[in-house]
């Protein structure tokens, strides 16, 4: 069986509405310009034709995958129940220990983390997010990246 994705509530959204744009938008531009394309004879060397026919293919491809998504995915709140520990989903303030350094991330599914945003986001599948799901505030938690840190856990919201 394949591994479920979990989706964020935003996160399918944003999927959704580039699925609906791919579906109502680019598919039917594209469409157009191959029929253009077509229009203008010999198709061997037409290069608009084998533009179009490239973009169709990323179009579609893109689709495939996105539905592929939503096939295997769960919404990260069917994933955990738990209100008084952290799940994908949460806010989570933390201090690392020996730097003393504050951060807050945004703990979400596999797909869509932005580690530039405002509140940056990671995927549960990261270091951080590995090491902060399922604990509580006030514990301490071992990060496992490449240079291993603790932090401990200032507080967490839904």
Do not use: W
């Amino acid at each position: 069986m394949a591994k479920k994705i979990i989706l964020t509530k935003e996160a399918r959204e944003e999927l959704n509405n580039e699925y609906r744009h791919l579906i109502d938008v680019e598919r039917p531009e594209i469409i157009e310009k191959l029929q253009l394309a077509r229009s203008q004879g010999d198709l061997s060397e037409n290069a608009d034709y084998d533009a179009a026919r490239d973009r169709q293919a990323q179009i579609e491809s893109r689709i495939s995958e996105i539905e592929s998504i939503f096939q295997n995915s769960i919404g990260a709140e069917e994933s955990e129940d738990d209100s008084s520990k952290i799940s994908i989903g949460c806010v989570v303030s933390f201090k690392e220990i020996e730097t003393g350094f504050e951060g807050k991330v945004k703990i979400i599914g596999n797909i869509g983390a932005d580690p530039m945003a405002e509140i940056p986001s990671v995927s549960n599948e990261s270091p951080l997010g590995k090491a902060l799901l399922g604990h509580s505030e006030g514990e301490e938690v071992n990060v496992a990246s490449e240079e291993p840190y603790a932090i401990k856990i200032l507080n967490f919201k839904r």
